[in-house]
């Protein structure tokens, strides 16, 4: 008896346990998967809605009528019908979000000025209806080298001149062109005036930015603040410095804003130093590897945050080898030695590049683009980017522009090349014919006679002296040769662009036989090393690159200032000699 009493009463409890964990149930609520979503209506009636994260699909009400499913993030609304959407939960202990608040749509009330919207990343405003993103064409020419006037081997910059300003006119989009250096020197019309020329022709054309390059420094840092006074636009090298300051002709970085949107530059020279003359390095420093990678990573979180940039291109002085290509390719980390790729990570959104002169289009394994476009007018790189202006999205399409977009002769040409001709060369035009050659002249026959005349000068210049020989580190430029037929002092030019004046130097017989041992180097001598006497001094004839070259040991005795190699080899033209 006590026992059927005892289970009774242990029955009782126990039922009135799970009663109780079964109110309690009730009354406890499960965590919800997530917040109501946002619901939007654009002027066309469509109502789009924030995905829910683990939702499985969507439950909506329209009029307060039935509910509804769906498994998208949008439902297309008549004038004058409301609604409400909730999430439903796709994950294991948590419910199903609240309904939305309960939106309508009236046709006829979208604010014009309304603040823009794009709740599903379409492009679209959800309100107004319109496109939300902005397309911005960069174009980034690099390595110009003054390549001013139509020649027989390239084209001038007339045909560019009237591509771009079309391309300004085009306004379904917002264009950005900026260089990455090496622009000035190369051309007589260029160098002849020190840049001037082609400063005032980037002016005109709108040009954002100029990131110094290491022929920017081949007449001294002196040329530089006069040019950067002229131009119109900053030019950039975030690491240089002169006798351990910021130079005042040169600046870390840029914004401009192009159809509300925030970019900015930021300008880098490479490791570029040893290939400035040694007479013009003198208190010149380029900081490079990770003290670089430092500057700019400073730099692009200073502009994302202080000037709130959208978008942030580096304009570098400094290049890849070996990868030309019209087409994209992806490239390792590891591959991109002249570049820190850790700036890819967040810190830039484009790399234009220059100073190799290859064409290129790499992308890195971060998925930031790189583009080079070769050199001396050979291409011109363009990123046309599709910025969604809401949401800051953004997806890059890179092209390599050719000759045959930017300089074909269905291109009227621009009358602004030719009125700075004229400005600059009123009276003396470096295109007159000064004399022929009946064949024509390779790189090494061109070399070999500059190394000669450098000697003959010697002897003529310096009659007291004994001179072994002349020459020293020469080589020529595009197009690397003299055709047939008709020469001017500007073909001439381009072959021997640099200002390095002659020099009389004196060596010790051990660096003579060194110097006279350099393969990389052209020489005219009257010497043989077995003859020279170790100890005993020789003087040479060479230029100032040569000569300030440290490892050659030359000590200088005298110089002819403003008498280059390009100058005896048109006198020579000049007198006949390679006419007959």
Same mark, same amino acid.
């Given at each position: 008896?006590?026992?059927?009493?005892?289970?009774?009463?242990?029955?009782?409890?126990?039922?009135?346990?799970?009663?109780?964990?079964?109110?309690?149930?009730?009354?406890?609520?499960?965590?919800?998967?997530?917040?109501?979503?946002?619901?939007?209506?654009?002027?066309?009636?469509?109502?789009?809605?924030?995905?829910?994260?683990?939702?499985?699909?969507?439950?909506?009400?329209?009029?307060?009528?039935?509910?509804?499913?769906?498994?998208?993030?949008?439902?297309?609304?008549?004038?004058?019908?409301?609604?409400?959407?909730?999430?439903?939960?796709?994950?294991?202990?948590?419910?199903?979000?609240?309904?939305?608040?309960?939106?309508?749509?009236?046709?006829?009330?979208?604010?014009?000025?309304?603040?823009?919207?794009? #709740?599903?990343?379409?492009?679209?405003?959800?309100?107004?209806?319109?496109?939300?993103?902005?397309?911005?064409?960069?174009?980034?020419?690099?390595?110009?080298?003054?390549?001013?006037?139509?020649?027989?081997?390239?084209?001038?910059?007339?045909?560019?001149?009237?591509?771009?300003?079309?391309?300004?006119?085009?306004?379904?989009?917002?264009?950005?062109?900026?260089?990455?250096?090496?622009?000035?020197?190369?051309?007589?019309?260029?160098?002849?005036?020190?840049?001037?020329?082609?400063?005032?022709?980037?002016?005109?054309?709108?040009?954002?930015?100029?990131?110094?390059?290491?022929?920017?420094?081949?007449?001294?840092?002196?040329?530089?603040?006069?040019?950067?006074?002229?131009?119109?636009?900053?030019?950039?090298?975030?690491?240089?410095?002169?006798?351990?300051?910021?130079?005042?002709?040169?600046?870390?970085?840029?914004?401009?804003?192009?159809?509300?949107?925030?970019?900015?530059?930021?300008?880098?020279?490479?490791?570029?130093?040893?290939?400035?003359?040694?007479?013009?390095?003198?208190?010149?420093?380029?900081?490079?590897?990770?003290?670089?990678?430092?500057?700019?990573?400073?730099?692009?979180?200073?502009?994302?945050?202080?000037?709130?940039?959208?978008?942030?291109?580096?304009?570098?002085?400094?290049?890849?080898?070996?990868?030309?290509?019209?087409?994209?390719?992806?490239?390792?980390?590891?591959?991109?030695?002249?570049?820190?790729?850790?700036?890819?990570?967040?810190?830039?959104?484009?790399?234009?590049?220059?100073?190799?002169?290859?064409?290129?289009?790499?992308?890195?394994?971060?998925?930031?683009?790189?583009?080079?476009?070769?050199?001396?007018?050979?291409?011109?790189?363009?990123?046309?980017?599709?910025? /969604?202006?809401?949401?800051?999205?953004?997806? #890059?399409?890179?092209?390599?522009?050719?000759?045959?977009?930017?300089?074909?002769?269905?291109?009227?040409?621009?009358?602004?090349?030719?009125?700075?001709?004229?400005?600059?060369?009123?009276?003396?035009?470096?295109?007159?014919?000064?004399?022929?050659?009946?064949?024509?002249?390779?790189?090494?026959?061109?070399?070999?006679?500059?190394?000669?005349?450098?000697?003959?000068?010697?002897?003529?210049?310096?009659?007291?002296?004994?001179?072994?020989?002349?020459?020293?580190?020469?080589?020529?430029?595009?197009?690397?040769?003299?055709?047939?037929?008709?020469?001017?002092?500007?073909?001439?030019?381009?072959?021997?662009?640099?200002?390095?004046?002659?020099?009389?130097?004196?060596?010790?017989?051990?660096?003579?036989?060194?110097?006279?041992?350099?393969?990389?180097?052209?020489?005219?001598?009257?010497?043989?090393?077995?003859?020279?006497? /170790?100890?005993?001094?020789?003087?040479?004839?060479?230029?100032?690159?040569?000569?300030?070259?440290?490892?050659?040991?030359?000590?200088?005795?005298?110089?002819?200032?403003?008498?280059?190699?390009?100058?005896?080899?048109?006198?020579?033209?000049?007198?006949?000699?390679?006419?007959?």
């Amino acid at each position: 008896m006590m026992k059927k009493i005892y289970l009774r009463f242990f029955t009782f409890v126990m039922a009135a346990l799970f009663t109780c964990a079964a109110l309690a149930g009730c009354v406890s609520e499960r965590p919800k998967i997530g917040p109501p979503p946002e619901v939007v209506i654009g002027s066309s009636g469509l109502a789009v809605w924030n995905e829910v994260g683990s939702a499985l699909y969507y439950v909506y009400v329209i009029d307060g009528g039935a509910e509804q499913v769906t498994d998208g993030l949008s439902v297309q609304l008549s004038d004058g019908q409301s609604l409400k959407v909730k999430a439903v939960s796709g994950r294991a202990g948590y419910d199903d979000s609240d309904f939305s608040a309960t939106q309508t749509y009236h046709a006829a009330q979208v604010d014009p000025d309304h603040a823009h919207s794009d #709740v599903n990343g379409d492009g679209i405003c959800d309100v107004g209806g319109e496109s939300v993103n902005m397309t911005l064409a960069f174009y980034g020419v690099n390595d110009l080298h003054g390549r001013f006037k139509d020649s027989g081997s390239q084209p001038g910059v007339d045909e560019f001149t009237t591509y771009m300003k079309t391309q300004y006119a085009d306004t379904a989009q917002e264009e950005i062109l900026l260089s990455s250096g090496d622009m000035w020197q190369g051309t007589a019309e260029s160098s002849l005036n020190r840049g001037q020329l082609m400063t005032e022709w980037m002016n005109d054309m709108g040009f954002v930015s100029m990131t110094l390059g290491n022929h920017e420094f081949d007449w001294g840092p002196d040329v530089l603040t006069p040019n950067s006074e002229l131009a119109a636009f900053p030019f950039l090298g975030i690491n240089v410095t002169y006798n351990g300051r910021k130079p005042d002709y040169c600046k870390a970085s840029t914004v401009v804003e192009r159809g509300g949107v925030k970019i900015g530059v930021i300008g880098a020279i490479g490791d570029c130093l040893s290939s400035i003359s040694g007479e013009f390095q003198s208190g010149l420093s380029f900081a490079t590897g990770t003290s670089l990678t430092a500057l700019v990573k400073t730099e692009a979180v200073r502009l994302r945050t202080e000037e709130e940039c959208d978008f942030i291109v580096y304009s570098i002085h400094d290049g890849g080898s070996g990868f030309s290509s019209s087409g994209v390719s992806s490239v390792a980390n590891a591959d991109m030695a002249w570049y820190d790729t850790a700036l890819s990570d967040g810190y830039v959104d484009l790399v234009f590049e220059a100073h190799t002169h290859q064409k290129y289009i790499l992308q890195d394994e971060f998925g930031i683009y790189h583009m080079q476009g070769g050199g001396e007018n050979s291409g011109v790189s363009c990123a046309e980017v599709s910025f /969604n202006t809401v949401t800051k999205d953004y997806t #890059v399409t890179p092209r390599m522009l050719g000759t045959n977009v930017y300089a074909n002769s269905k291109l009227e040409d621009d009358p602004v090349v030719e009125e700075l001709f004229g400005k600059y060369f009123q009276d003396d035009d470096p295109y007159a014919v000064l004399g022929s050659t009946s064949a024509k002249r390779d790189d090494k026959t061109i070399l070999n006679q500059v190394a000669k005349l450098y000697y003959e000068k010697g002897l003529e210049q310096w009659k007291d002296y004994q001179i072994a020989c002349g020459g020293g580190y020469l080589n020529v430029r595009s197009p690397k040769n003299l055709k047939a037929g008709e020469v001017s002092y500007a073909d001439l030019f381009a072959l021997l662009p640099f200002d390095n004046d002659i020099v009389l130097g004196r060596v010790k017989g051990s660096d003579l036989v060194k110097f006279l041992g350099r393969t990389s180097y052209h020489i005219y001598t009257t010497v043989k090393a077995a003859e020279v006497d /170790n100890a005993k001094d020789y003087y040479i004839i060479v230029d100032s690159y040569t000569s300030s070259y440290k490892w050659n040991n030359i000590t200088e005795i005298d110089r002819i200032k403003g008498l280059y190699a390009r100058d005896l080899l048109a006198d020579f033209i000049r007198a006949g000699n390679w006419a007959r």
